[in-house]
């Protein structure tokens, strides 16, 4: 951990502490017992904006469950260019969006997959997860559901003039070969509330060209998000395939189930995929991750990976631990 981190650590983990410290010294203060600050923590710097909302909200005494959707939300409807209806299109010129969403107390999880013409793909996955008996939606059946729960639905086919112009800035990747780290991001949002409850949410258009139908890591329970209560949660982003055939983000949650800490529990589960993926440390994969205990981290295989962490005490851009062939043994900013 660097000073720095553990300084913002230690000032968000003492005020929880003394907290604790008092609630144990006396039963008439046993109600603050298990309150905290509470922390956000979010992928990329385009992650800060959400994470502040996301803090409104709770201030407001609204849940983590509430202040995810509406952080993810705020994302998806700001222009981001790889969350939401303005993110990038498929290979056919036509966005479609993943995104879940999974809340700690019950273990809930609601998704929906290459859906199109969804404004707020978040709001789908909770009401997929609140409404139905099911986890997740995907294409049409994504599309009709949100509808008819009244959510704002679009055409979901790009602009043409935007794709024309979109697409020939592009270095044409052929189909499912985009996967320059400038060729997606996304936001996944993770939360633990002042009562120590954990709530996560992802939304993303996903990988830009990708063949139509191509469902990434994002709204996959235990890829794009995974949330254990008892633990904590964590989210990815890069290339979504590096990231769904190792459950990717469950195993972070694991790692930390197992002592790790976040930033330590998100370069194992990179350690281990890099171990028999093909590509080894070239990979585009990069996690957030945060504890019960209100620690939080990141590492990443992009250089100086930005994360974004909220809490009422500051709001501010990190950068994960670098992991590359060159410095996967040492340690990053943790
Ligand atoms: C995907 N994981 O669809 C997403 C994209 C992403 O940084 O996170 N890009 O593969």
């Given at each position: 951990?660097?000073?720095?981190?553990?300084?913002?650590?230690?000032?968000?983990?003492?005020?929880?502490?003394?907290?604790?410290?008092?609630?144990?010294?006396?039963?008439?203060?046993?109600a603050r017992l298990a309150k905290r600050d509470p922390l956000i923590v979010?992928?990329?710097?385009?992650?800060?904006?959400?994470?502040?909302?996301?803090?409104?909200?709770?201030?407001?005494?609204?849940?983590?469950?509430?202040?995810?959707?509406?952080?993810?939300?705020?994302?998806?409807?700001?222009?981001?260019?790889?969350?939401?209806?303005?993110?990038?299109?498929?290979?056919?010129?036509?966005?479609?969006?993943?995104?879940?969403?999974?809340?700690?107390?019950?273990?809930?999880?609601?998704?929906?997959?290459?859906?199109?013409?969804?404004?707020?793909?978040?709001?789908?996955?909770?009401?997929?997860?609140?409404?139905?008996?099911?986890?997740?939606?995907?294409?049409?059946?994504?599309?009709?559901?949100?509808?008819?729960?009244?959510?704002?639905?679009?055409?979901?086919?790009?602009?043409?003039?935007?794709?024309?112009?979109?697409?020939?800035?592009?270095?044409?990747?052929?189909?499912?070969?985009?996967d320059k780290p400038e060729n997606h991001d996304t936001i996944a949002l993770?939360?633990?509330?002042?009562?120590?409850?954990?709530?996560?949410?992802?939304?993303?258009?996903?990988?830009?060209?990708?063949?139509?139908?191509?469902?990434?890591?994002?709204?996959?329970?235990?890829?794009?998000?995974?949330?254990?209560?008892?633990?904590?949660?964590?989210?990815?982003?890069?290339?979504?395939?590096?990231?769904?055939?190792?459950?990717?983000?469950?195993?972070?949650?694991?790692?930390?189930?197992?002592?790790?800490?976040?930033?330590?529990?998100?370069?194992?589960?990179?350690?281990?995929?890099?171990?028999?993926?093909?590509?080894?440390?070239?990979?585009?994969?990069?996690?957030?991750?945060?504890?019960?205990?209100?620690?939080?981290?990141?590492?990443?295989?992009?250089?100086?990976?930005?994360?974004?962490?909220?809490?009422?005490?500051?709001?501010?851009?990190?950068?994960?631990?670098?992991?590359?062939?060159?410095?996967?043994?040492?340690?990053?900013?943790?």
């Amino acid at each position: 951990m660097s000073d720095q981190t553990r300084r913002d650590f230690l000032k968000h983990t003492t005020a929880a502490a003394a907290t604790f410290s008092a609630g144990c010294a006396s039963t008439q203060s046993s109600a603050r017992l298990a309150k905290r600050d509470p922390l956000i923590v979010s992928t990329w710097g385009f992650g800060k904006p959400a994470n502040e909302l996301a803090l409104k909200v709770l201030q407001g005494g609204g849940s983590a469950l509430d202040a995810v959707e509406q952080g993810v939300r705020l994302m998806e409807s700001s222009g981001n260019t790889s969350v939401g209806l303005s993110g990038k299109p498929n290979a056919a010129g036509v966005v479609q969006l993943d995104a879940c969403i999974m809340n700690g107390p019950g273990h809930q999880a609601g998704s929906v997959a290459g859906v199109e013409g969804v404004v707020h793909p978040i709001s789908a996955a909770r009401l997929v997860m609140e409404k139905t008996p099911h986890v997740m939606l995907v294409g049409p059946g994504a599309h009709w559901f949100a509808e008819q729960n009244g959510l704002e639905v679009r055409d979901g086919q790009a602009d043409e003039a935007s794709y024309r112009e979109w697409l020939a800035k592009q270095k044409k990747p052929a189909p499912g070969k985009g996967d320059k780290p400038e060729n997606h991001d996304t936001i996944a949002l993770i939360i633990l509330d002042t009562d120590g409850n954990i709530a996560g949410g992802c939304s993303t258009s996903g990988w830009s060209g990708k063949v139509p139908g191509r469902v990434g890591d994002s709204p996959i329970i235990g890829g794009g998000v995974y949330v254990d209560n008892e633990v904590g949660a964590a989210g990815a982003t890069g290339l979504g395939e590096n990231v769904m055939r190792y459950c990717a983000s469950y195993q972070v949650v694991e790692n930390m189930r197992h002592g790790m800490s976040p930033t330590e529990a998100c370069a194992e589960a990179i350690r281990r995929i890099a171990k028999t993926d093909p590509q080894g440390m070239d990979l585009s994969i990069n996690f957030i991750a945060l504890n019960k205990g209100g620690e939080f981290g990141a590492a990443g295989t992009q250089a100086n990976f930005p994360y974004s962490v909220t809490t009422p005490a500051f709001s501010e851009i990190r950068k994960g631990q670098p992991l590359s062939s060159a410095n996967q043994k040492e340690g990053g900013n943790e």
